[in-house]
């Protein structure tokens, strides 16, 4: 899956620092938009792959590296995905996408499954 960032400064070393950070984290500038270098704040749009939890990939590089968050939409797990994620991360997901909330992982899992039309 992809994840849209956007690495900003106002400092021209700073913010060649970022985009290097976010290079070396996997990071590779998006198609058909281009570097701001002539107002400030600096600012390039960047795309990188993500794991299973899009929430914790960027969140802790803010506030001049951060993730553009995904549309509900856009997310949408497999059964499989879904019972590999930490169990609140599970409710979390459930929570914001249906809902719905509850203590029995199945009838949440089917709940959602539902939801987003896989079943």
């Given at each position: 899956m992809q994840q849209d960032i956007n690495v900003q400064a106002t400092c021209p070393i700073e913010f060649l620092q970022r985009v290097q950070e976010a290079i070396?984290?996997?990071?590779?500038?998006?198609?058909?938009?281009?570097?701001?270098?002539?107002?400030?704040?600096?600012?390039a749009e960047m795309i990188v792959e993500i794991g299973?939890?899009?929430?914790?990939?960027?969140?802790?590089?803010?506030?001049?590296?951060?993730?553009?968050?995904?549309?509900?939409?856009?997310l949408v797990y497999s059964k499989e995905q879904l019972e590999a994620l930490d169990w609140e991360v599970f409710k979390k997901l459930v929570k914001d996408t249906t809902g719905e909330s509850g203590r029995d992982r199945n009838l949440l899992t089917s709940k959602y499954l539902k939801y987003t039309n896989q079943v």
């Open positions: 070396i984290r996997g990071a590779r500038y998006k198609e058909g938009t281009y570097v701001s270098l002539k107002t400030l704040p600096l600012m299973e939890d899009p929430q914790n990939e960027w969140k802790d590089k803010g506030p001049h590296i951060w993730a553009i968050p995904f549309p509900k939409t856009q």
